[in-house]
Nanobody, 125 residues
Framework: QVRLVESGGGLVQAGGSLRLSCAAS????????MGWFRQAPGKEREFVAA????????NYADSVKGRFAISRRSAESTVYLQMYNLKPEDTAVYYC??????????????????WGQGTQVSVSS
């Protein structure tokens, strides 16, 4: 069974940085988009960032533009989310997602079929 495994979450002070990683158990997603979403307590899951199948195109939520960077290393079936200048409002469980439909860096959860278990990111003020 294909799995996505996130790592790299933790507790950091406001203004700090973290890098999340997501490793796929196989190379099924090399031709498809991958993305990061997050869900804070009491809120709906929201889009954070996405990267196209070839790593060329990226898409970001307005709230993280200029602070977060998504990238992928297809040879390792891994996608990363580098987060800078973290804010308390970035606190959430972050989920990695993989599409099996499109290679475009899509923002909608409907295009993603596989999800990781999530990793907690907590930012203190």
């Amino acid at each position: 069974q294909v799995r996505l495994v996130e790592s790299g979450g933790g507790l950091v002070q406001a203004g700090g940085s973290l890098r999340l990683s997501c490793a796929a158990s196989e190379r099924t997603f090399d031709s498809y988009a991958m993305g990061w979403f997050r869900q804070a307590p009491g809120k709906e899951r929201e889009f954070v960032a996405a990267v196209s199948w070839d790593g060329v195109d990226t898409n970001y939520a307005d709230s993280v533009k200029g602070r977060f960077a998504i990238s992928r290393r297809s040879a390792e079936s891994t996608v990363y989310l580098q987060m800078y200048n973290l804010k308390p409002e970035d606190t959430a469980v972050y989920y990695c997602a993989a599409s099996t439909i499109t290679g475009t860096a899509t923002t909608s959860t409907a295009w993603y079929a596989y999800w990781g278990q999530g990793t907690q990111v907590s930012v203190s003020s």
